[in-house]
């Protein structure tokens, strides 16, 4: 729909903003503690409350290992209770405002159509209720309103039937839902690790242990990290998907496992009877397979059925509930074996303190997964996927998946698996034990890309069909990041933006004059749609569309600097240069034309001026950032000095001293251009650097209406580019042999005048020294004193 392919301007991640995670669905809220599968991790932004899980010194973490089922869960619930595992939960089906809507849509011709008629109003409505800044509010919006359908939908559904129309639509629905809660949870991600890559320092923290290992892989690498995320996702949805799952369980808690099994042999010592089937004759977990007996019919049934019951558990994420459901039929044992996956972490190794904490995890990690691999190999259909999933063991876990998003979820949980267990290896945490599983496991160089060309290798027809969903499709490109439209031609037809182009373009040249603020509206919401899922030429283009009317020149300027501040954040300088070279030179005094030519005599609004000086700061940057590229490429290309070939004749070496000449005339020219070329790019960094009137990116006024995300994004430009300014122009000074310049450098950023240090971190700091104590050498090497002054005789 129109309405559903509109997307808001990806904006900077706002300081203390809530944790980042996969929306939810307000039928069943997720259980966000739940260990979903081996190496589950929670998005969060910077927040106090995550840091507590790494030593003292160590980084806080974007990444919080969510807790698993600690050994105190193995005893948290009476074994001889008789309720059911699960209680059936209805409620929001059968509301009473929701039974008289569904039952007033059975009495439409298409009760499906009608109840996604209202989509495209909501939709529209939600956008326009959020500001620029507000995109995954929005996102989250997207999401209940499409569920808030599903879940009528489902109603009507129950009462006309699964072949019917309306289901079809229900699905197609509870797809969108689906991809807008999958762009929430990725692009969380993607936009906080564009700013924030150049801003973290690397964790300092000894590894330790394995878990410590893991924490900083997650933190670190993108692909892993989103890989899990995507691993989250699936299994929400499947958490979804299960809600009646309660009347498919038949178990009751029991005594004992197996009872059936055990009355028979009771039965038996008592019988004088020499016909009986023969049974196993010992009841330990591993009796049937060491005995190569097997158990009473009964007993046999209800196995199956349990083991296929842990599984749908287990690719739900509901780890804690496969195991609580494990000890209510007496299986104690098999909920440990679901236990084992945790890394290993002792606390006491560094926390320095007197007083014991516990441990974490499985120190025999190694061994168990060995084990899981060999169980995956041997054992029933479901019992070996369980086992699969645990090890990272691929093929049996796939022998179980029906759907296009079991497969996924079972590449994408390999995926995962295998690159933590790689990291181990490298840091030398692994077990001895993995070296026991196969080749083909610990060489797998897994990708997110190669995930979906195994998928397209599919021997299942029912997963080749739904690769060419649309919504799969689009599910499949948002993961592999590729949101530029190049790869989706098959939507070519119905969503090609120049189908929008002619009603576009009247629109613009009839408003011109009639409707002139709502033309204004119309093309800055224009511009927040194309953004964030645009290829960077769009993003550029897209300021042509704010500057259609000269009226919005000051918007426009707003426009350009919020991207420009992006384009900077990810070091995209060509692209900012583009966007500031699309802006009019006269843009500044035609701004100040139009607020004096409406008889104004007060100075700007705030966020004008404000906007203006960004502009400027913007300029001297980009200005500074050329400056060094011309330098740099200029040092680069020094001219050859000519060299004589041993036992050269008379007339070689009159030529060899000809070229001489050149190369001396050379080398002064190519010295004298040098030497220009450093004093403009010194100049035009500390116009940064010395930025007047409160230092660059800061701004002189206060708005009425104080943007937070604007004043974010630029406190954290100034933390990015000025130390990236300042180390260019150290090498700039040290490769010129300035070296008495360059430590006066360290005056300039420790001066309380200024405050540069502030926007350091420690580790720029100890950095930017150690540059400055190679000048000090180089100029006691040279016969001056440390600072560069001469020595006193």
């Known amino acids: 729909t129109v309405a559903a392919r509109r997307r808001k301007k990806v904006a900077f991640p706002s300081p203390g903003g809530s944790p980042i995670v996969p929306s939810l669905t307000p039928a069943r809220s997720l259980q966000r503690n739940t260990p979903a599968s081996l190496f589950r991790q929670a998005v969060t932004p910077?927040?106090?409350?995550?840091?507590?899980?790494?030593?003292?010194?160590?980084?806080?973490?974007?990444?919080?290992?969510?807790?698993?089922?600690?050994?105190?869960?193995?005893?948290?619930?009476?074994?001889?209770?008789?309720?059911?595992?699960?209680?059936?939960?209805?409620?929001?089906?059968?509301?009473?405002?929701?039974?008289?809507?569904?039952?007033?849509?059975?009495?439409?011709?298409?009760?499906?159509?009608?109840?996604?008629?209202?989509?495209?109003?909501?939709?529209?409505a939600a956008f326009l209720k959020h500001s620029s800044s507000a995109v995954f509010e929005l996102l989250e919006d997207y999401q209940n309103i499409c569920q808030e359908k599903v879940e009528v939908l489902q109603a009507v559904v129950l009462r006309a039937g699964q072949n019917s129309k309306t289901a079809g639509v229900r699905w197609l629905l509870q797809q969108e839902n689906c991809t807008w809660r999958l762009v929430a949870s990725l692009y969380r991600d993607r936009v906080q690790l564009a700013l924030e890559d150049e801003m973290m320092i690397d964790m300092a923290v000894p590894s330790e242990s394995e878990k410590v290992v893991v924490e900083q892989l997650f933190q670190r690498d993108a692909v892993i990290r989103q890989g899990q995320l995507v691993v989250d996702w699936l299994e929400s949805i499947a958490k979804?998907?299960?809600?009646?799952?309660?009347?498919?369980?038949?178990?009751?808690?029991k005594?004992?496992?197996?009872?059936?099994?055990?009355?028979?042999?009771?039965?038996?010592?008592?019988?004088?009877?020499?016909?009986y089937i023969p049974l196993v004759t010992e009841l330990d977990p591993d009796a049937p397979l060491r005995q190569q007996r097997p158990l009473a019919d009964l007993d046999r049934e209800d196995d199956a059925r349990l083991l296929k019951n842990l599984f749908t558990l287990i690719r739900a994420g509901m780890t804690d509930e496969a195991q609580r459901l494990c000890k209510r039929c007496g299986q104690a044992w098999r909920a440990a074996t679901l236990e084992g996956w945790k890394l290993y972490h002792d606390p006491n190794m560094s926390s320095g303190s007197s007083e014991l904490q516990p441990v974490e995890g499985n120190p025999n990690r190694g061994i168990w997964k060995a084990c899981c691999w060999r169980m995956a190999e041997e054992l029933n259909r479901y019992e070996r996927a369980i086992y699969a999933s645990l090890s990272g063991n691929i093929k049996p876990l796939l022998a179980v998946c029906e759907s296009w998003e079991d497969c996924v979820w079972a590449y994408f949980r390999v995926m995962v698996d295998s690159l933590v267990e790689k990291e181990l290896v490298s840091s030398g945490m692994a077990h001895q034990e993995l070296e026991t599983l196969p080749r083909e496991y610990l060489e797998a160089n897994w990708t997110m890309e190669k995930v979906f060309e195994e998928l397209q290798a599919s021997e299942s027809k029912r997963v080749l069909d739904e690769t060419k969903e649309h919504y799969h499709v689009i599910q499949k490109f948002v993961i592999l990041g590729d949101m530029d439209g190049k790869n989706l031609p098959r939507f070519s037809d119905s969503c090609t933006v120049a189908q929008q182009a002619p009603p576009c373009s009247q629109f613009c040249t009839q408003s011109r004059t009639s409707q002139p603020s709502l033309q204004y509206k119309y093309l800055q919401r224009l511009a927040k749609i194309f953004i964030p899922t645009s290829d960077d030429q769009k993003k550029i283009d897209v300021i042509d569309w704010l500057l259609f009317d000269p009226a919005h020149r000051a918007e426009a300027l707003k426009q350009s600097n919020a991207i420009m501040r992006k384009f900077l954040a990810l070091q995209k300088h060509d692209a900012a240069k583009a966007v500031f070279s699309k802006v009019p030179e006269d843009s500044m005094r035609e701004i100040y034309s139009q607020w004096t030519g409406v008889g104004q005599t007060a100075p700007l609004p705030a966020e004008d001026e404000n906007a203006i000086r960004e502009h400027l700061c913007i300029r001297a940057y980009l200005e500074a950032y050329e400056a060094f590229t011309d330098w740099f490429s200029h040092s680069g290309s020094a001219p050859q000095k000519p060299a004589l070939a041993p036992g050269a004749k008379f007339t070689e070496r009159v030529a060899n001293e000809m070229k001489e000449k050149e190369y001396e005339a050379s080398m002064t020219a190519w010295s004298s251009r040098l030497d220009v070329l450093t004093e403009d790019v010194k100049e035009r960094i500390y116009n940064v650097l010395l930025f007047v009137d409160g230092g660059w990116m800061v701004d002189n006024r206060e708005g009425s209406e104080p943007d937070e995300e604007r004043s974010h994004q630029m406190a954290a430009l100034r933390s990015l580019c000025?130390?990236?300014?300042?180390?260019?122009?150290l090498s700039v000074l040290q490769s010129s042999s300035r070296h008495q310049e360059a430590l006066r450098l360290a005056d300039i950023i420790s001066s309380d005048q200024h405050k540069l240090y502030q926007v350091f971190s420690k580790e720029e700091l100890r950095r930017f020294l150690q540059k400055l104590r190679e000048s000090s050498l180089a100029l006691l090497d040279q016969g001056h004193d440390p600072l560069g002054y001469e020595l006193q005789s």
């Open 46 to 124: 910077r927040v106090s409350g995550v840091s507590s899980i790494l030593v003292p010194g160590g980084r806080t973490p974007r990444y919080a290992s969510r807790t698993g089922l600690s050994s105190a869960n193995l005893e948290d619930s009476d074994w001889t209770n008789t309720s059911p595992v699960f209680e059936l939960d209805n409620s929001s089906f059968f509301r009473d405002d929701e039974a008289n809507l569904s039952s007033a849509l059975l009495k439409e011709d298409d009760p499906g159509e009608a109840a996604a008629a209202s989509l495209f109003p909501e939709f529209l």
């Open 240 to 253: 979804d998907q299960i809600g009646n799952f309660s009347d498919n369980i038949e178990y009751y808690a």
């Open 255 to 275: 005594n004992v496992c197996w009872e059936n099994t055990l009355h028979a042999l009771k039965t038996r010592r008592k019988s004088t009877s020499d016909f």
């Open 722 to 729: 000025l130390p990236r300014l300042t180390f260019l122009l």
